[in-house]
């Protein structure tokens, strides 16, 4: 399953734990178990944290084409 932008947070950790926990963490998203945070978009929290979503959906979708 590809994430997009708009894939949900809560969505995408619930895809792959252990591959999106760490690409978010590593944009400097550490709230990942907030509630708001849950129901954002990527493309919603990149905003936030001023990261291209582009960017962020491409590592990830990388990093779960890697494992499968």
Not at 20 to 36: K, N, Q, R, T, Y
Request: hydrophobic residues 45%; proline residues 4%.
């Amino acid at each position: 399953m590809a994430i997009t932008k708009e894939t949900l947070i809560g969505e995408a950790l619930a895809i792959d734990l252990d591959i999106v926990a760490p690409v978010l963490i590593d944009m400097g998203m550490h709230c990942l178990g907030c509630p708001s945070a849950q129901g954002e978009s990527i493309e919603e929290a990149c905003m936030v944290h001023g990261v291209n979503p582009d960017d962020i959906v491409s590592k990830i979708n990388e990093a779960l084409d890697a494992k499968a």
